[in-house]
């Protein structure tokens, strides 16, 4: 049996409007959990349109990716 915990990664999670040194270090198994889980936990204030955009770091290899998140929906796609 498997615990879902192992596949978790660590990443460093931000508003894109507030800076990195804002960040929250996130436990999830994707970029995308990792930047809704951030969302679920944190009051922030979204843009006019209700949306709000995110940076995810995945701390062990580097990569970094935006999503944008419409907080009436849960919708998540990346930063165009």
């Known amino acids: 049996m498997t615990n879902a915990a192992n596949d978790d990664r ?15 270090i996130v436990h999830e198994p994707s970029y995308e959990a990792a930047a809704v889980a951030y969302v679920e936990d944190l009051a922030i204030a979204p843009d006019d349109d209700g949306e709000i955009s995110v940076i995810v770091r995945d701390l062990d290899t580097g990569g ?3 999503f944008r998140i419409d907080l009436n929906t849960g919708e998540t796609a990346p930063c165009g």
């Open 10 to 24: 660590k990443f460093s999670v931000h508003a894109r409007h507030a800076g990195p040194h804002h960040a929250r």
């Open 64 to 66: 970094e990716h935006c």
